[in-house]
């Protein structure tokens, strides 16, 4: 059984989520419902989530998922008369889009070269990327450092986001391990039995290896910026 704080709790959600595919935010919800603090809001939130009603998309800020709704609130939002308390329904309701605020927490290695390769350095840090920049698949970011990727908007700074793979189309730009020991990004191309690693800047020349020097470690799915 829910109160009718619940019950108006978890319908302001549910219409918030159909509507922008956001999660509504604790001070949006505060007001929503006339509280006094969001304490009040946790404390709902945290029955509902008991109860099965909704629940918290891991790792990620503000992304809540509801899972059924009450059974006397009909497809079209409205909602029938109802008392202090009110019963469920037992079958789930469609899942809803994901929140296109939701930040994803993945892990940071260190520094890549855009430029002669550099130790790509394993590090226990994270950084929190908003989950539209990401597709399917498991990501990393890696820290860029040089200039030679300019021309294709890659810079000095920036954050690249990493899709894991071991495998790339010519063309595609990859994180490559160069000897075992240092990485680097830059567009593949296979010619001659070799591995070309090249450049986005016309100051640097093309890097050729033969294949067994060359380990694919993810290509690139995005970027970002921040700006001083």
Same mark, same amino acid.
């Given at each position: 059984m829910l109160t009718a704080k619940q019950h108006e709790l978890i319908r302001f959600i549910q219409q918030r989520l159909e509507e922008t595919g956001i999660s509504p935010s604790f001070e949006e919800m505060k007001e929503a419902l006339d509280?006094?603090?969001?304490?009040?809001?946790?404390?709902? *939130?945290?029955?509902?989530?008991?109860r099965g009603f909704i629940r918290r998309l891991p790792n990620?800020?503000? %992304?809540?998922?509801?899972?059924?709704?009450?059974?006397?609130?009909?497809?079209?939002?409205?909602?029938?008369?109802?008392?202090?308390?009110?019963? *469920?329904a037992t079958s789930p309701v469609p899942a809803a889009?994901?929140?296109?605020?939701?930040? *994803?927490?993945?892990?940071?290695? =260190?520094? *890549?070269?855009?430029?002669? +390769? &550099?130790?790509a350095l394993e590090g226990q840090n994270s950084l929190p990327v908003p989950a539209a920049l990401l597709g399917p698949g498991e990501h990393y970011a890696l820290e860029v450092s040089g200039d030679s990727m300019i021309e294709a908007g890659i810079f000095d700074g920036d954050f690249a986001l990493v899709r894991r793979t071991d495998s790339a189309r010519d063309g595609e730009i990859v994180v490559a391990l160069v000897r075992n020991e240092e990485a680097? @990004?830059? /567009?593949?191309?296979?010619?001659?039995?070799?591995?070309?690693?090249? +450049?986005?800047?016309? %100051? /640097?020349?093309?890097? &050729?290896?033969?294949?067994?020097?060359?380990?694919?470690? =993810?290509?690139?799915? =995005?970027? @970002?910026?921040?700006?001083?």
């Open positions: 509280l006094k603090s969001k304490s009040g809001v946790h404390r709902l *939130i945290s029955a509902l989530e008991e990620r800020a503000r %992304a809540l998922e509801v899972i059924k709704q009450p059974e006397d609130v009909t497809p079209a939002g409205k909602v029938r008369p109802a008392n202090d308390v009110v019963s *469920i889009p994901e929140a296109a605020n939701d930040v *994803i927490e993945i892990p940071l290695h =260190g520094r *890549i070269a855009a430029g002669a +390769p &550099i130790e680097t @990004l830059k /567009y593949l191309h296979r010619e001659n039995g070799n591995v070309r690693l090249d +450049p986005a800047n016309g %100051a /640097y020349n093309p890097q &050729i290896y033969s294949p067994h020097e060359v380990v694919v470690q =993810g290509k690139l799915a =995005g970027l @970002l910026r921040r700006y001083h």
